[in-house]
């Protein structure tokens, strides 16, 4: 079965700064991975997918995520953190022969000014 | 549409009462997905269709709960007899096709259903 963890429950940075959030998975064959953001009450927003080809992924809103089939990770970066950046995170994997998403648990974003 | 829609917002029933949520997919998407968000921020997927066919219905807890897309109809997904268990947000969300390029699936803003 495949899975999605998101070690981190929060994170905090200051406006301006670098901003990463974690996700990492386990999956048979090759993963297809994709972050999305939730606003408080809406619905999810995708951000960016990664399926074959560059490591590195760019996204919405200046986001980006590198894969790293090693480490089986699928880290979400930003160079510049916004206040407006502050949001739940969700990394997903899909399922490669239904295409149902699984989720990881979610990541807590805070941009402090 | 650009949007998939989702109606109605919010959702009270009563224990034992039955609930229907609609979705309206975006305009030329074939899939259509239904994910249940409880508390804790956590995901479970529900059931898919491709256009008005049942494609995985391995979530679905088959006792109370239903769904369908039929031609030229918003999709639905139907509680029979709700439980308190099944608060939670509902979202939907729609791909245009299968394949690398086109299966993004694009969420709609939910409908949050408050069973007391």
């Known amino acids: 079965a495949q899975s999605v963890a998101q070690p981190e429950d929060q994170v905090n940075v200051a406006e301006g700064n670098p901003l990463t959030v974690k996700c990492t998975y386990s999956?048979?064959?090759?993963?297809?991975l994709f972050w999305y953001v939730q606003y408080p009450n809406r619905g999810l927003q995708f951000l960016l997918k990664?399926?074959?080809?560059?490591?590195l992924v760019k996204g919405s809103y200046g986001f980006e995520a590198e894969f790293n089939k090693s480490q089986t990770s699928f880290h979400l970066k930003k160079p510049s953190a916004l206040v407006s950046d502050s949001a739940l995170y969700f990394c997903?994997?899909?399922?490669?022969?239904?295409?149902?998403?699984?989720f990881g648990q979610g990541t807590i974003l805070t941009v402090h000014p | 549409g650009e949007e998939v829609a989702q109606t109605p917002k919010h959702l009270v029933r009563g224990e034992g009462q039955k609930a229907k949520l609609y979705c309206a997919p975006i305009?030329?998407?074939?899939?259509v997905f239904w994910y249940q968000q409880v508390l804790k921020n956590e995901f479970k997927f529900l059931i898919s269709?491709?256009?008005?066919?049942?494609?995985?219905e391995t979530g679905m807890p088959k006792e109370r709960f239903s769904a369908k897309c039929l031609p030229n109809s918003p999709c639905s997904l139907e509680i029979q007899a709700t439980k308190l268990e099944d608060s939670a947000v509902y979202f939907c969300?729609?791909?245009?096709?299968?394949?690398?390029?086109?299966?993004?699936?694009?969420f709609g803003p939910g409908t949050r259903l408050t069973v007391l």
């Open positions: 997903a994997v899909r399922d490669i022969l239904y295409g149902k998403l699984t």
């Open positions: 969300a729609s791909s245009q096709s299968w394949g690398e390029s086109t299966d993004t699936q694009y």
């Open positions: 269709f491709q256009n008005e066919n049942v494609f995985d």
């Open positions: 990664y399926i074959t080809g560059d490591n």
């Open positions: 999956v048979s064959g090759n993963p297809y």
């Open positions: 305009k030329g998407h074939s899939y």
